[in-house]
């Protein structure tokens, strides 16, 4: 009898196994959009599926312009308002868990690392709270307002401020690391890659700096203001300036390798998002998105929008996301640019799509932060079932295949 029961617990655990991996797996793999534009590179691509419905999962209101971009951690969306605070909210049903108020307007986005969030005011401050309770870390004061998203990396917070710096903090306790003085305001989100960090200024220049000393590698200078925050992907910087130009340079030595002309009015600020060889990037006031490849510039194709597009978009899969002045977030074919949805919020949308578990959350100019896709916990598990369904087919099969094992071994004995 022993020679059989082995086997047939051994059985019994590998079936096991295969039945609930894919849960753990998707358990283990939380997808999160711990910062602006998802990453530290700036790709704005998403690991996760993106909505395929225009459908209200939630709505939050603040008491004032949702601009800033939100972060997903966790099952928590962080974001900041002109009502002078830092909200958390769930992720699920966007029941509100926490805000913390700071002096000023919130215009940047938040970074979320080790369990505190990051974030600068108008202030002048830059501010450090507890993810989990919104409890005071740290604060660091600039020598003006702060409209800078930032970027946490190696445990320095890189963050600019239109005082003219880009500051290094210490991420632990907000102790200056180096600052840098550029000739314009830092509004300009770095992108940190490689051991570099990268960033535009009013100035007109786009800098590469060493990540631990603040010192210059290089500098390349456009026609007009760089509020972009740059993309770098594949050895190359990406970026608009209010010239009208997207910029593709040489990450290593800020040579330039192509530019395209687009926009109108000298107020091009799109951040450039990046996927399979692709740069999406917005021009402004002419209405349109753009999709470019990523090594020669050339157009691959254009969507006009009903309005003026100054948000960074996102990627998640064959979808592509934007928010515009239309008071619309729009979601595009990717490859084709084909319209596929658009979302009607009360504002202007300035706020950049964050894109997890099939949902987009994005702010906008009448106050609210908006939750549009499926319903997160409607996911699947990587077979393309429900988890909840998963679940309980995982559970009866095991449940049968312990009975079978029990009733042959009562007819052995």
């Not at 930032?150 to 917070?157: F, R």
């Not at 740059?230 to 910029?247: E, H």
């Not at 021009?283 to 999709?291: K, Q």
Request: some cysteine.
């Amino acid at each position: 009898m022993k020679q059989f029961f082995s086997p047939i617990i051994l059985a019994i655990l590998c079936l096991s196994v295969i039945l609930f991996s894919p849960l753990m797996v998707n358990a283990q793999q939380l997808e999160s959009w711990p910062m602006f534009h998802g990453d530290l590179a700036h790709t704005g691509n998403s690991n996760s599926n993106g909505p395929t419905t225009n459908q209200t999962l939630w709505v939050y209101s603040a008491n004032d312009v949702v601009w800033s971009s939100p972060a997903v951690v966790n099952g928590v969306v962080y974001f900041g308002s002109f009502d002078k605070n830092v909200y958390a909210v769930s992720a699920k049903d966007g029941s509100k868990i926490w805000s913390f108020s700071t002096g000023g307007s919130i215009f940047p986005s938040p970074a979320v690392a080790n369990n505190i969030v990051y974030i600068g005011s108008d202030d002048n401050k830059v501010y450090a709270l507890n993810a989990q309770s919104g409890a005071l870390v740290w604060n660091f004061t600039t020598g003006a307002q702060v409209q800078c998203s930032p970027a946490v990396s190696g445990g320095i917070v890189y963050i600019g401020s239109d005082d003219n710096q880009l500051y290094a903090l210490n991420a632990s306790d907000g102790a200056l690391v180096w600052k840098f003085t550029t000739d314009g305001d830092v509004i300009s989100s770095p992108a940190v890659v490689n051991g570099l960090v990268y960033f535009g200024s009013y100035d007109h220049k786009v800098y590469a700096l060493d990540a631990l000393t603040g010192i210059q590698k290089w500098s390349y200078t456009t026609g007009s203001v760089v509020e972009s925050s740059p993309l770098v992907a594949n050895g190359k910087v990406y970026f608009v300036s209010y010239d009208n130009k997207t910029y593709a340079l040489n990450s290593e030595t800020g040579a330039s390798v192509w530019n395209f002309t687009m926009g109108s009015n000298n107020c091009v600020q799109t951040s450039p998002g990046f996927a399979n060889g692709v740069v999406y990037t917005g021009g402004a006031f002419d209405n349109n998105v753009y999709a470019l490849n990523a090594e020669t510039g050339a157009k691959i194709w254009s969507y006009k929008a009903g309005g003026g597009i100054f948000s960074a978009p996102a990627i998640a899969g064959d979808s592509l996301y934007v928010s515009c002045f239309d008071n619309k977030t729009y979601a595009l074919d990717a490859q084709t640019g084909d319209f596929l949805w658009s979302y009607q919020t009360g504002g202007n949308v300035y706020s950049s799509p964050a894109v997890v578990d099939g949902v987009a959350y994005f702010g906008s100019y009448d106050g609210n932060l908006y939750a549009v896709g499926q319903n997160p916990n409607g996911g699947n598990n990587g077979a393309g079932i429900p988890n909840t369904v998963y679940y309980v087919i995982a559970v009866v099969v095991l449940l049968v295949v312990i009975a079978v094992a029990a009733l042959v071994l009562r007819k052995r004995q």
